[in-house]
């Protein structure tokens, strides 16, 4: 058998049990983390030192991190554990159930519910010892009326998919599984036999006529042969914008591989600085192979964005391939560009021009004072036929129901309106 090296433990022997402590954190977050990388990790320690945090942090992070949609979770996990000295009560107060008017609300950041459960694995949660505990005379009783409470699958429904936890994640893919987009068929000019057709089928007809003798005995109908379009989909997959597109792709393989939804193929690309075809990784079955050879595809996961150069290169090089026949294109994106808004304007309206549909999708809409002031934003707008949101299960939910009502126009109008003002 292969003889192993001794491991030297620093001279405390504390940071090696908390660096294997934190090890294991994170991979109750979803990172797989072995014992190999435990044993590198606390040698690169050993060898970097633990005089600086930066230095530290890089150190843990180069040893632990090997995928971009880890970044975000060892981040949390590690500000948690080795840099917030209050965080077992910040954790336990995220834990605890929240009760309207008693605690002050607060919106957990992306990633942060998920390290909290990961690092308080197995610790069930108390209240307060003024409220749980006490005299049996003096006992304060909190009586919480769940008549009017929604379930736990409409909360997951309405809940952005930036707050989930790691188990609520995998609850919202099982959801998104079952969910379908179906389009209604688009009449084309080629038609098919039917009794009750509007057009009358000459070829048809004259050849009956011709075995009666050149007597014509019936006429021969045509109906409008049903089409259905392509969908076309265009997903920014920036550090903005991480967390919404792996859930929403999850969603498109599973549009991608039903059959009976009624739309002929799906082509799917990311942009973030560059485009990326990922057509062919959705027609994988399995899900989760299909999305990691569509991260392995793209290679500008987390990076910045690039909206207007990345229109260009699609209405360049894929437009004409693919938005024939009339096609439905879903633009999921912020619509936060840092490039001249002039050009991404062009761009918008050249694409607008070659799809039957475009729809945007945009988690920001969120917010309940969403305005476009972004210039990005502004420059986009005029140019989509519907500006709905997308952050969570009941937003495409909606956006199955109306995809194929070609007057609904989402948020577009009110927006353009305080646009204008």
Request: proline share 5%; with cysteine.
């Amino acid at each position: 058998m292969p003889e192993i090296a001794p491991l030297d433990i620093p001279d405390d022997p504390k940071l090696a049990q908390n660096i294997t402590h934190f090890a294991r954190a994170l991979r109750r977050a979803g990172l797989p983390i072995g014992t190999g990388r435990v044993i590198d990790a606390i040698r690169a320690v050993q060898a970097a030192g633990f005089t600086d945090k930066r230095d530290f942090y890089w150190t843990l992070h180069a040893c632990f991190v090997n995928r971009p949609e880890h970044r975000l979770v060892f981040g949390q996990v590690f500000r948690l554990y080795w840099r917030d000295p209050r965080y077992v009560e910040h954790m336990m107060a995220m834990m605890l159930p929240a009760i309207r008017g008693v605690q002050e609300e607060r919106v957990a950041q992306a990633a942060e519910k998920r390290a909290a459960e990961a690092l308080l694995d197995g610790v069930r949660p108390e209240l307060p010892e003024d409220v749980s505990r006490g005299d049996d005379e003096e006992k304060t009783l909190i009586d919480v009326d769940s008549s009017m409470t929604m379930s736990s699958e409409e909360r997951l429904r309405s809940l952005d998919f930036e707050q989930m936890s790691t188990q609520e994640v995998a609850r919202a893919k099982r959801m998104l599984a079952r969910l379908t987009l179906p389009i209604k068929p688009i009449p084309s000019r080629r038609g098919q036999a039917s009794q009750r057709g509007t057009r009358i089928d000459w070829r048809r007809t004259l050849r009956a006529s011709m075995r009666m003798g050149g007597e014509l005995h019936h006429i021969s109908r045509l109906k409008p042969r049903p089409r259905w379009p392509n969908l076309v989909v265009l997903c920014d997959i920036s550090g903005s914008m991480s967390q919404y597109s792996r859930i929403i792709l999850h969603f498109l393989h599973t549009v991608a591989n039903a059959r009976g939804q009624g739309w002929a193929r799906v082509h799917a690309f990311t942009f973030g600085t560059r485009l990326t075809n990922i057509t062919r990784h959705l027609q994988h079955r399995d899900v989760d192979a299909a999305l990691a050879a569509a991260g392995a595809e793209a290679q500008d996961w987390e990076g910045g964005t690039r909206i207007g150069a990345c229109l260009h290169s699609f209405n360049r090089d894929w437009s004409r391939r693919v938005m024939g026949q009339g096609a439905v294109v879903l633009l999921i994106t912020d619509g936060l560009d840092r490039d001249d808004p002039d050009e991404l304007g062009r761009e918008m309206e050249r694409l607008h021009l070659s799809a039957r549909r475009l729809i945007w999708l945009n988690p920001l809409l969120r917010w309940q004072g969403f305005a476009p002031r972004a210039r990005g934003i502004a420059a986009m707008l005029p140019h989509v036929d519907s500006f709905r949101a997308g952050h969570s299960i009941a937003s495409l939910e909606d956006l199955a129901q109306v995809i194929s009502r070609t007057e609904d126009v989402g948020e577009k109008a009110r927006l353009l309106a305080a646009l204008s003002t």
